[in-house]
């Protein structure tokens, strides 16, 4: 085990759009674990969108500030212990910013399963496919025959949320960024229809992908998307804000939605934010039926892995300009 602890700063905060150069690799020594305590090593650093929104101020976060080693979860391997529920060798996922080992309070961590592949324990069986599976299930609410519409649809969590509507006997249609994203969405993950929102024409690939109307829209954007899918909500349709990532990538929201009140009364629409972190009590019944649907082959699990700790920033930004498919993770 190395003494030297490799770390990456998050240098200056951006104004606008963020880039590698808001970071710096540094080393420090690693740490050592207290009474209670456990020391890990980062195996896979998970890439999310809303990191770059942490950088905006506080959310359901604190803040990162300038200076901080850039916050962010990561799949971890317990190499010393002080505390009585890990050992060395157990398996954790934890809050260890970007780096290489951390030292955590073991009560706030939970070990998991040695399943195989790893990697899945970030994706499907992590905070992307919960997410998926309670924000469309618990908010949206669906039923068989109605049309779900996602967007960040070939994203992580937005490729779950179109599978597990059709496992559920709804019609999927996915909104993302370019044909070949579509058609990725269609040909391999059994989505009944993409819509291009980058395309001229969009609201209109999105009013002939849902005919009848949307009755649930499972938000991962906000913005004009979020706009546009408004107005094609149904009577009675159910909006699952999950977030917002259109708006991450600068200072201040810029677009739309606009007409959002008298939209939301005329159509008498149910419009409900979520953290996953509010349905951790329902957990296990979750992470049983992904377990199911991977077995049966119903539910593909798409992992987009980059080896080396040192790419994390080109990652993060490269997601945040849709370079990903699937859960986007860093090799450490
Ligand atoms: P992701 O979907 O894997 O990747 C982000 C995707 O967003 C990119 O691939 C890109 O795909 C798309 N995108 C970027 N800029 C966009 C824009 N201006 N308009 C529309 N799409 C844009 O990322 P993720 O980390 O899984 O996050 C997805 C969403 O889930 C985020 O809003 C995140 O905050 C949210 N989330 C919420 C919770 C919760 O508990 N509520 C938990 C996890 C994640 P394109 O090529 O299609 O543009």
């Known amino acids: 085990m190395s003494d030297v602890n490799r770390q990456i700063v998050l240098e200056q905060l951006p104004q606008g759009p963020l880039s590698p150069d808001h970071f710096r690799l540094t080393e420090g020594e690693r740490p050592r674990a207290a009474d209670g305590e ?11 969108a809303a990191n770059r929104a942490w950088m905006q101020g506080a959310t ?9 080693v850039m916050a962010g979860g990561a799949l971890a391997e317990v190499v010393e212990s002080r505390a009585p529920n890990l050992a060395v060798g157990d398996l954790v996922f934890a809050d260890t910013g970007w780096q290489e080992y951390a030292a955590l309070p073991a009560k706030r961590l939970a070990k998991l399963p040695r ?16 997410t998926a599976y309670f924000g469309l299930l618990e908010c949206g609410q669906p039923k068989a025959g109605e049309t779900v519409v996602v967007s960040a649809a070939a994203g992580s969590v937005g490729s779950i949320v179109g599978q597990i509507a059709k496992i559920k006997g709804c019609g999927a249609v996915g909104i993302a960024g370019g044909a070949e994203k579509g058609r990725w969405l269609t040909d391999e993950l059994g989505f009944d229809a993409a819509v291009d929102y980058k395309a001229a024409d969009f609201k209109r690939q999105l009013r002939e992908a849902c005919p009848e109307g949307i009755d649930v829209y499972f938000d991962n954007v906000g913005g004009d998307v979020l706009e546009a899918c408004l107005f094609g909500m149904k009577t009675f349709g159910r909006i ?6 259109s708006q991450y ?32 009590d329902h957990r296990t019944q979750a992470l049983a039926d992904l377990q199911s649907w991977v077995a049966s082959g119903q539910l593909k699990v798409q992992e987009d892995v980059i080896d080396g700790f040192e790419n994390l920033p080109q990652a993060l930004v490269g997601l945040l300009h849709g370079e990903n498919r699937g859960k986007r993770m860093v090799k450490v």
Do not use: M
């Not at 699952?240 to 990532?245: I, L």
């Open 60 to 68: 359901y976060r604190s803040a990162i500030n300038a200076g901080d």
């Open 240 to 245: 699952a804000c999950c977030g917002a990532v």
């Open 115 to 130: 399943l195989e592949p790893l990697t899945h324990l970030l994706s499907v069986y992590g905070v992307a496919g919960l």
């Open 249 to 280: 990538d600068g200072d201040a929201p810029r677009h739309g939605p606009r007409g959002v009140p008298g939209l939301i009364v005329t159509k008498r629409l149910s419009v409900r934010g979520f953290i996953v972190s509010d349905f951790d």
């Open 38 to 48: 456990v020391v890990v090593k980062t195996l896979y650093v998970s890439l999310d």
